[in-house]
């Protein structure tokens, strides 16, 4: 999974799985390729990486029963870029979760999470994308974050 941090993290960083920090996310995936793999293609994807400002819009309920909240975001060329590029990066390779909410379908928005929301109105900085393993080790409990880019797209790893 790749997502954009609302506060930026560092690569190895660990949580449960309960308490994700805030974030958006730019596409949920499974590979086979190994991480390296993965990350190899997403350096493609965020060559040039620029920092960029978004803002959140209303509120909404995603997910099978709409029993999820999220905070919407406002649609902006440079969020709907690096989904796009990251997307094209990936390839066939990967197996996309939800493709029918990716491309033109793209609906980027914050879920609300233990420690807490954004209102409508907010800003986010983007200025950071991470690469997000959703089982560890194996761990289903847990996410680990295997890299992230900033400014010029190189890869931070522990």
């Known amino acids: 999974m790749v997502v954009v941090f609302i506060k930026p993290v560092r690569a190895g960083h ?3 799985r309960s308490e994700w920090p805030l974030h958006i996310t730019l596409a949920r ?3 086979k390729l190994p991480p390296d793999g993965v990350m190899k293609r997403i350096d493609r994807a965020f060559s040039g990486l620029q920092a960029f400002e978004v803002r959140t819009g209303s509120d909404d309920f995603f997910g099978r029963n709409r029993s999820v909240p999220v905070s919407l975001v406002e649609p902006h060329p440079q969020l709907q870029l690096l989904h796009d590029r990251l997307l094209d990066a990936l390839g066939t390779d990967v197996h ?3 493709p029918h909410h990716m491309r033109q379908n793209f609906r980027p928005h914050i879920s609300h999470q233990a420690e807490g929301r954004l209102h409508s109105g907010d800003v986010v900085h983007v200025q ?3 690469l997000v393993d959703m ?3 194996g761990d289903a409990k847990h996410r ?3 890299a992230v880019w900033n400014g010029q797209a190189e890869p931070a790893v522990p």
């Open 14 to 16: 660990t949580f449960q």
């Open 29 to 31: 995936f499974d590979s």
């Open 96 to 98: 996309l979760l939800s």
């Open 128 to 130: 950071q994308a991470a």
């Open 135 to 137: 089982r560890p080790d």
């Open 144 to 146: 680990r974050v295997l």
